[in-house]
């Protein structure tokens, strides 16, 4: 599905094991304390859906009893939430000083070119956002980037960075 | 391949970073190799023998709870997080005899520019902060902690949740710890993406599921921390020293540091180095020796200047980093701050006006927006170093950034005003023929910036 088409069909219900995963979190918690687990939900519809809707927003304020818009504050506050759909592979190049001395800039730069979109664009066939980022704590491994908020790419050399690219256009053409 | 083995092939291995040779006496990143991260690793490098030997089930009496805080005080470790405060001394403000809930929180939400050190601890050693953490829980009567880890180290938070649920199933965490009558739950939290965060407060508000804007001090945490309860706070880094201390004692700890500055510290060295990554060396070790560790300047050129304590630390001169040692007292006496051990090295072929536009971008994209000097100075030093940098400086624009440093500098709740403003005076306290040379000439003096 596209990404359009996902926003146009809304969130849908949320499924059991969505919904297993947040019990999880809300455990952490003292029970009324349960916005609590708040981040961790919108993480997990993040990586099941891609984004964050509205909808997605206003499941999990019923979902810890939290008004929909003390959910909105903390998408919008924290800087990995997408608030949009993005690309199927989400590329955040981290360019903060001690990465910019060491070609995390130029990294940034290469995949512009190697993708044909500018810094905050997505591909025309939804398959990679590319973003610049702060620190991602990784300073001594740079260039980094960080694909899909979960996986850490270290030392990207422009060869590592094009096996990434190929590498992962080749995983979708399979 | 599938797209998740793709990326697993790029993923960090450690090797670089933390298991080399380079370190000296290292306590926290001893004997790791990257595989040996699970409990019974842990336990085979003399893990949990501190745990063991306060609830008194290595054959001993155990360690009194004053005696846990007596020996941290003795040990002069200070917390590692940034801001050097004696970890003992924050133990006993905790009130232990409050009768309501208390936590513990661990602050693993390592955002500043240049740190990665705590990452590498809690990858490759993870059993070091739980057990750290339930000798503090212990220590301080606490029963409930939380480990709050940085957003975009996902893999990290994952790794700890596996740690932990090893240590639940062995009985080092829940309830009647080892079959004592002392019991601590603690869980796993993620940021997802606000350098703010790392303040402690604004991580409180955050933990519980707030926007993490810091709030007013006092009341400080020990009386209202979070869901509004005493809470201590320290970094990932003080949690993993403690077992050490406990195993071989407030004064060894001390002597292997230099006074007031007791024990190991790990460095993050970034930048223009010929082998960046963690070292994790005595306090007091000259500046000079962690260069060297770190491999030296890169490519052969001379060290012109070096931020040695994360970004929001002033940055100190070539010739002034290079008498100091790295310890909080050294650092400060040279002007700047030890701050949470990242060192950042720039060669002499770095232009200063380019490097502080990058940081105040920083500053200005993470102020929390909740106090105006911060809010809208950030933005004025982001936009006139801009255009300083573009070559459309204004004469009077050095001393509008003074200006504007100085009317947020301790005007705003939380340090990332001050955090902000620092930098940007001590680069053009240390560097203002630079500065003065791109208003003038609308060029760089240094040149080409790679």
Redesign the interface.
Known sequence: MSAQAKEQAGAGPLSEAVLARFAKEVA???AE?K??????C??IVQQEVGHVSADSEAQIAAY?E?APM?VH??TT?????NQRPVGK?KLNVC????C???DGQKALQHLEQKLGIAMGQTTADGLFTLQQ??????????PVL??N????????SND?LD??ID??K???AR | ????????????SGS??CFHDRHIEPQIYAGLDGANWHLKDYEARGGYQALRRILGKDGSEGLTQDQVIATVKESALRGRGGAGFPTGLKWSFMPRQFPG?KYLVCNSD???????K??DILMFNPHIVIEGMAIAAYAMGITVG?NYI??????VYDRFEVALEEARAAGLLGNNILGSSFSFQL?????????ICGEETALLE???????QPRFKPPFPASFGL?GKPTTINNTETFAAVPWIIRHGGQAYLDCGKPNNGGTKIF?????VER???YEVPMGTPFAKLLELAGGVRKGRSLKAV?PGG?SSPVLPAHIIMDCTMDYDSIAKAGSMLGSG?V???DDS?CMVK?LK??SY?YM??S?GQCTPCREGTGWLSRVVDRIENGEGRPEDLDLLDNVAENIQGRTICALGDAAAMPVRAMIKHFRPEFEHHVAHKTCLVGAYV
């Open positions: 952490k918690y003292p304390q916005q609590s687990a708040v981040m961790a919108l993480a810890l939290m003390a504050e903390v506050f924290y800087n990995m939430y592979y360019t903060n000083l001690p910019q001395l060491r980022s702060e620190c991602l704590g990784a300073c001594a491994d740079s960080l694909v908020d979960r996986s850490m790419c270290s030392f990207m590592k096996q990434l590498g992962l080749k995983s979708e | 391949m599938s797209a998740q083995q793709v990326l697993d092939q790029f993923a960090a670089e970073t809930q390592e955002g500043e520019p240049g740190t990665c705590d990452r939380y940085h957003g975009e180290i996902f893999q869980h796993a939290h993620h940021g997802f993406g606000a350098y955050s933990l519980e599921g707030k926007k993490g869901y993050s060295v970034s930048g223009d960046p990554g963690n931020i970004s990242a950042i090295v720039l770095r490097s990058r940081l920083f994209h993470e929390c």
